[in-house]
Each structure stands twice: as C-alpha cells, then as structure tokens.
C-alpha cells in the first residue's frame, strides 16, 4: 500500500510541474509577443519618417528644379524683348569672315548700307569722310564696336554741311564713321553689327539713341 501511494504522490508532482512549464511557456509566448509588438510600431513609425523625409526631399527638388526654369525663362524673355525693343532694322550675321584682299570674291552683303559679313584684316580710321572707305573695311569697323554713320553722297557742299550735323550728333561717342554713299536710298542711314537703320532728315533723338544702343559692343566670334 505504500508503495500505491507513492506512486500518486510523483503522479501529483509531475502533473504540478508540467502545469508550471506550461504556465511558464505561455508566460514566455505573451512576453515575446508583448516586445515584439513594440518593436514592430517603432519600425512602422522609423520607416513613416524616413517616407515623409524622403517626400519632403522630393518636393524641394521640384521646387528648385521650378524655380531654375523660371528664371531661364524669364531671362528668355526679357533678352527677346529688349532684341525687339533696340533701335533698328535686324539683319540676320553673314559672319566674320577676313579677306584676303578687297579683290577676294565673298558672299553679297544683306544689306545696303552692309551690316556684317567678310571683310578685310583691318578696318577703316574712325572719322569722317568725303570720300567712301571700301564696304569691306567698314564692315570691320563694325565688328569692333563701332558704328557708322552714311549720308547720300551729293555735291561737296552738301556733303559738308551732312558731315557736320553728323559730328555734332555723334559727338560723345568715340567708335563713329561718317562717311557718303552712292544710292543709299535715303538721306541718312545708322549701321552697326547686324542692326540698320534709316532717317530721312537729321533726328539727334533717334540717332543718338542708335549710338547709344550699339557703339562699344565688341562681335568677335568667342
């Protein structure tokens, strides 16, 4: 009979001890249930951040991006309208090429007076003159920043009397060609770089203002 007993009694222990590991087991599960549910939010949370870090990123980018195309934009614009806003007629650059002698052969000009194209090595002296320099050095005279100042050739009189009224409007300029022209279709005619314009009489605000707009501007290729 003592020994039935003891039997019951290791029975008992051994069914309180499965019942502790139980216990203790699901004890465990809850736990690690219990930290991982935490660590599962911060990782949701770090990755929301980095989300709205990286949107945010994005969104700058387009706002800079934005920003660079306005103001290229708006620097296109604001050269197109002072193109259309300088005195004179425009003339498409036939280049800048140098002549090897005024006898070279070389493209026709596409202008009268001309306002760019071939030309020769050296260019014509700044002054005023009775007598027409070659188109070819005058073209050159141009492309380093001046301008030129034509008038209907006519008897030497009237010529002076053109020549001294040109002086006087081209006075405070320094890069300045005064000088006659056969046919010129009209009494006066303004030339620079690519740029012409024609007056039929003496108009000091509006040559004055061609000067103003063209003399000093240097066209060598860059």
């Known amino acids: ?15 309180a001890s499965e019942a502790k590991s139980a216990t203790a087991a699901a004890g465990a599960a809850s736990t ?6 935490p660590k599962a939010s911060v990782t949701k949370t770090t990755a929301a951040v980095r989300g709205s870090k990286r949107a945010k990123r994005q969104r700058q980018n387009v706002a800079i991006i934005a920003g660079i195309a306005t103001i290229v934009i708006v620097a296109i614009v604001v050269q197109v309208v002072r193109q ?3 005195p004179g007629e425009s003339f498409a650059s ?3 090429v140098h002549l090897v002698s005024l006898s070279s052969p070389h493209v026709p000009y596409n202008s009268n007076p001309p306002t760019s194209g071939p030309h020769m090595p050296s260019l014509a002296g700044w ?5 027409a320099p070659e188109d070819e050095y005058l073209v050159h005279n141009m492309e380093d920043a ?4 034509w008038y209907e050739n006519g008897t030497p009189e009237e010529n002076e009397a053109h020549v ?6 081209s006075r405070d300029w320094r890069r300045i060609v005064i000088t006659p022209r056969e046919d010129l279709g009209s009494t006066y005619a303004l030339t620079a770089w690519t740029r012409l314009q024609r007056f039929d009489e003496i108009d000091e605000e509006g040559m004055r203002k061609f000067i103003d707009a063209y003399e000093g501007i240097d066209h060598h290729p860059r």
């Open 84 to 86: 259309i806003n300088l």
């Open 1 to 15: 009979m003592a020994k039935k007993k003891s039997g019951k009694s290791k029975a008992k222990k051994s069914a």
């Open 127 to 131: 002054g005023s003159y009775t007598e």
């Open 32 to 37: 690690t249930a219990a930290s991982s549910a």
């Open 164 to 169: 001294a009224a040109l002086e006087e409007i």
């Open 94 to 96: 036939q280049g800048n």
């Open 146 to 149: 001046g301008v030129v100042l």
